[in-house]
């Protein structure tokens, strides 16, 4: 069953939702109409008590190739800047629980900042990541400036969106944008699929907690961090995950968690 024209969903692991942007003529280009559906799959799936960690991908040939320039060529500053064209895209970042892209093909422009929105980064040998906005007379708007030199650093961030020159899986890997490259397109996906399950194994709670103290590191001081992680910290003893967890490892068996 599948509500959406322009993406795919599923549930192909227990506590696994799978979205896959679907939009082939256009090599998954993001329009609006179908950034508004990845924002309704993904606001179904954090809603879904069944679902743990979701996996976002495309095709082999791309996951997507930006924004759709079709749909912004006669856009203008004050449709533009009046109706906050673009602001929908960070609505993913709102989504508590782990997504996990899965990066085959192209990953250009809007691609590539929605790519790095995810919480982990997977490529396949033929991820083809890049911002190349400057060759349209624009710039990175969905947050690849900031986020890029975050994970890069400067100098590089500064070559790929001032030359608009491609890199690849490899080096988004070795760069530390990507924590994994895989033989086949396939092997992305089922490995981003294995992680998922992994975590959605876990316990709710733990699991969002340890999704929001990793991001505050970007957002806070190394002091304040670590006074912020250790608060959420102390307050996981007030979960009944926290006695399950450590009752069944001090009993040698399997915890159940409560999600509670
Ligand atoms: N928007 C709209 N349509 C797109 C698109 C995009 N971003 N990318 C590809 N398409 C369309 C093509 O127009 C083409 O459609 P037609 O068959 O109707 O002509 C179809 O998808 C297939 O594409 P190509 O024929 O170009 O395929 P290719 O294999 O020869 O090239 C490519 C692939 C190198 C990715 C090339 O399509 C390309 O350069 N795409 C644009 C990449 C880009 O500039 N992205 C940044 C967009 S700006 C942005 O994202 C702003 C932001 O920060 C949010």
Not at 35 to 62: W, Y
Not at 152 to 163: N, P, R
Not at 252 to 260: D, F, G, H, I, R
């Amino acid at each position: 069953t599948n509500a959406y024209e322009f993406i795919l969903t599923s549930t192909p692991r227990p506590g696994v939702g799978q979205i896959t942007l679907n939009r082939p003529k256009a090599l998954n280009a993001l329009s609006t109409p179908l950034m508004k559906e990845l924002n309704s799959a993904l606001s179904a799936f954090e809603a879904s008590p069944e679902i743990g960690a979701v996996v976002l991908t495309g095709s082999e040939r791309a996951f997507a190739a930006g924004a759709d320039i079709k749909e912004m060529k006669d856009l203008t500053f004050p449709e533009a800047y009046g109706k906050d064209f673009i602001k929908l895209w960070s609505d993913i970042t709102n989504i508590s629980k782990p997504i996990v892209a899965a990066v085959n093909g192209h990953a250009l422009g809007g691609g590539c900042e929605l790519a790095m929105m995810a919480d982990i980064l997977y490529c396949g040998p033929k991820a083809n990541f890049g911002q190349p906005e400057i060759k349209l007379g624009i710039i990175p708007g969905a947050g690849g400036s900031q986020r890029l030199t975050r994970a890069v650093g400067k100098s590089k961030a500064m070559e790929i969106v001032l030359t608009g020159k491609n890199f690849s899986g490899a080096e988004a890997e070795q760069w530390g944008l990507a924590s994994k490259v895989f033989e086949t397109p396939e092997a992305c996906v089922e490995g981003a699929l294995d992680t998922a399950e992994t975590i959605a194994g876990y316990g709710r709670l733990a699991v969002k907690a340890a999704k929001e103290v990793v991001n505050q590191a970007y957002e806070t001081s190394l002091h304040e961090g670590v006074k912020y992680e250790r608060r959420i910290f102390h307050a996981l003893f007030a979960t009944q995950d926290q006695k399950i967890g450590m009752t069944a490892f001090a009993n040698k068996q399997k915890p159940e968690w409560k999600n509670e």
